[in-house]
């Protein structure tokens, strides 16, 4: 089957009942997104289909059809995404594992809400657990992911 | 039967049915194989009486302090109650359009009598008349999870070929209401 991914198209001939995480792991070897739990309990392979957030752990692929794939590796296109940016920025990873997720869902709340409140953040990032702890600065780097957004 | 006996005597105001359904065989469907279905966790779950949607048989709230607003700011059940397959164990379950109704469309908690006339009223259907309600509840591939939920959920007690002829029966006896006189609450 053919996936469109980060806007480049990708044969796989994966069984169509894996989960896209697998696909986009073992198949296709993008390993920016990462496996935490394996039951949408955790948010570390969050990937977007069509712009929305999705667990890649608890989607078929089968069920992908042609829409469009967003990792880690391509939402900033050529470059890095304002959320990217602002990370860095904030030092907002220690160990990391869940980081490609919480972008992800990062990105998903800012395209909802271009300028989130506290509560906002909270609603739209409380399915992405981190271990480490770092919610303080993902707090701070989305807000000033929002802010790099407006300029 | 003394309950249904009072609700009888109070001869609800309903709308003639096909010969042959009086209304008192619409109340005992509406009663006995209508309403215990909408109020099954299966369906109530995700219509609460509050803002958050229910989890389980035991109707705890969802975890991940997911509400109605959810959905506004990115999050929304397709993020993972997703389409097919993978309904296992301890995994969101899955279903085409996952979705959460809108705040008047309670079912959580709803004696008979109030169910039945919020389902006669187009404003707490989504705009579904009674026959648009029937099709969807025989055909809406979300109604039928009910009956197919995966491992460790109950589905309701009447089955679904059983629903559904006691909603063609409640509704060819002219879609009567019981009296909340007349049953209890669940």
């Known amino acids: 089957m053919k996936l469109t991914i980060n806007g480049q198209v990708h044969e796989t001939e994966a069984e169509p009942g894996t989960p896209l995480l697998w696909v986009l792991r073992d198949h296709l070897a993008m390993t920016g997104t990462k496996f935490g739990c394996g039951m949408a309990q955790c948010g570390a392979c969050t990937v977007h289909l069509n712009g929305v957030a999705v667990r890649s752990c608890v989607t078929p692929v089968s069920e992908v059809g042609e829409a469009a794939i967003t990792t880690i590796e391509g939402i900033g296109g050529e470059g890095l995404h304002p959320v990217q940016e602002a990370w860095i920025e904030h030092s907002v990873p220690q160990c990391g594992w869940c980081q490609s997720g919480q972008i992800m869902s990062a990105c998903a709340l800012l395209e909802a809400r271009p300028d989130p409140s506290d509560e906002d953040i909270d609603a739209a990032m409380s399915a992405n657990i981190c271990r480490c702890g770092t919610y303080p600065r993902i707090r701070k780097a989305i807000k000033a992911a929002a802010k790099r957004r407006e300029g | ?186």
């Open chain 2, 1 to 186: 039967m003394i309950l249904l006996s009072l609700a009888l005597a109070e001869e609800p105001e309903v709308g003639p049915g096909p010969p042959g359904v009086p209304p008192e065989a619409g109340i005992k469907a509406f009663e006995e194989q209508i309403w215990p279905v909408f109020v099954h966790p299966r369906c109530a779950n995700c219509h609460p009486a509050g803002d958050v949607p229910l989890q389980g048989d035991e109707q705890r709230p969802h975890t991940m302090e997911v509400d109605r607003d959810s959905p506004a700011v990115g999050l929304p059940c397709s993020t993972c109650h997703r389409t097919e397959g993978l309904d296992l164990p301890d995994r969101p379950p899955a279903n085409g359009h996952w979705s959460f109704p809108p705040a008047n469309q309670v079912f959580e908690g709803r004696t008979a009598a109030e169910l039945c006339n919020q389902l006669k009223d187009p404003e707490t259907t989504g705009g579904r008349d009674l026959e648009a309600l029937r099709h969807h509840v025989e055909h809406d591939t979300l109604v039928l999870y009910g009956w197919d939920p995966g491992p460790e959920r109950t589905s309701p007690a009447v089955s679904h070929v059983d629903f559904v002829a006691a909603f063609q029966v409640w509704l060819d006896a002219g879609a009567p209401c019981p009296t909340d006189d007349a049953q209890g609450s669940m």
